[in-house]
């Protein structure tokens, strides 16, 4: 059985920010009543998850809200304490959490290092910027918190990553986001747009708070900041995901992938959902509580939902990067008559890849020569290869001047 994600609404949609884009305002019961998922709620599905993922050696959980520190240290605690009981040797666990790292102090960072756990932090630029929509309830910015949760992180070296959100506070500073992060040395970030729907809301047309034109503006000049000729050295995840398609491996975010099959979601009450976009009764799977995990996941709802990428918007069928997007998002395709349209941010994703598709391609076949070198090594142990002398990648170009350059060593895209 290969790999099953899951995130967990650890507390639904409560949190201690109240942003001006958040998707999750609002949830099931009204505005952001307070919610707690039980502990005994996990101590009742961990085993069953871990007997599903037994075969697979890797347990994947991941949780968020709202904010999902507000569940307390304790729980966390509580909860690594049953995934070592039931998880079965040599299971390797992951955790997850994306956090405003409000509450984030050195008690929560020592837990998260002694745990491995990788940490999202929710960022959208300098204070000036972030502090226009990330709030709190009574009006004040949160940089400064943020700023503070960051640097208890990274006191303790645990991995972090950025999330930035892109709406009309931040989409025409593409260059000032990215000098901004490589000033604080935060190298690992991924950027969404803001949208103008509700998770609760999956029968809505896609709307967000950024044209389409706006965003293809963002992406061209974020690429070209990125690029660095050829050389980047902040990882951006959707130009990673864009490689990674682009070499052929499978993509690590859903959206550019064949299948809607990243996991599942739990809400702190135990419901289950296909996806944070279809957080709605009429989507519920199952709930952990009362129903089999392995009769949810298997159930026909779900893998009729995975396979909803299966029919494409017609227009996608003849599009020349089609293998780059794969489609992207279905929550992103409008209705038309007779089905549905390409993304909201399809003429986004175009503009983009004309401008740069050369590039990715090109990064793609070195990034691929590169993993021919290492299995090279890999059967050539302590071999040592002349400058002078052809690459063992097959590109034809010497040692030096490929695999062997040393401006390499600076990119995250070559490292063994």
């Known amino acids: 059985m290969p790999p099953l994600s899951v995130m967990f609404k650890t507390v639904s949609s409560d949190c201690n920010l109240d942003c001006l884009y958040c998707y999750y305002r609002q949830s099931l019961e009204g505005e952001r009543v307070r919610r707690r998922m039980d502990i005994r709620l996990l101590d009742g599905f961990l085993p069953q998850y871990m007997e599903y993922v037994a075969d697979s050696h890797q347990v994947n959980l991941s949780w968020q809200g709202g904010e999902p ?115 604080e040395g935060l190298t690992y970030l991924q950027f969404i747009p803001a949208m103008g729907f509700q998770s609760t809301e999956p029968d809505k047309p896609p709307a967000y708070l950024i044209s389409p034109e706006a ?41 550019y992938s064949e299948k809607c099959d990243s996991g599942v979601i739990i809400e702190y009450n135990g ?64 209705p038309v008559p007779g089905g549905y349209g390409t993304s909201y941010f399809c003429q986004s994703y ?25 299995a090279w090594q890999h059967t050539h142990p302590g071999a040592r290869l002349p400058r002078n002398g052809g690459c063992p990648c097959g590109s034809g170009r010497k040692f030096k001047n490929c695999c062997g350059a040393p401006e390499l060593a600076a990119s995250y895209l070559f490292r063994q």
């Open 271 to 334: 419901d289950v959902f296909p996806c944070d976009f279809y957080i709605h009764p009429e989507w519920r799977l199952g709930n952990i509580s009362i129903d089999s995990f392995k009769g949810i996941v298997e159930s026909t709802s779900r893998q009729s939902f995975v396979r909803r990428k299966i029919s494409l918007p017609s227009l996608c069928l003849t599009c020349e990067w089609r293998n780059l997007c794969k489609g992207e998002c279905p929550r992103n395709w409008p």
């Open 215 to 255: 965003y293809a503006e963002f992406l061209v000049s974020l690429f070209n900041e990125w690029y660095r000729e050829g050389i980047p050295t902040v990882s951006v995840r959707i130009f990673d995901n864009f490689l990674q398609s682009a070499v052929g491996s499978p993509n690590n975010l859903c959206v």
């Open 350 to 374: 175009r503009t983009l890849f004309e401008h740069a598709g050369d590039r990715i391609g090109t990064l793609a076949a070195r990034i691929a020569g590169y993993r021919n070198y290492l």
């Open 69 to 183: 520190t507000l569940a307390g240290l304790d729980f966390f605690r509580q909860t690594v304490e049953l995934e070592a009981k039931y998880a079965r040797p040599p299971t390797v666990i992951n955790n997850a959490i994306q956090t405003n790292a409000v509450l984030v102090d050195d008690e929560w960072a020592e837990f998260f290092a002694a745990y491995r756990f990788l940490v999202g932090v929710s960022l959208d630029g300098p204070e000036e910027i972030h502090d226009a929509v990330r709030k709190d309830r009574g009006g004040n910015g949160s940089f400064r918190r943020v700023i503070a949760g960051i640097e208890a992180l990274r006191k303790r070296k645990v991995d972090l990553n950025i999330l930035c959100v892109v709406g009309p506070h931040n989409v025409r500073k593409a260059r000032e986001l990215m000098a901004f992060f490589r000033r």
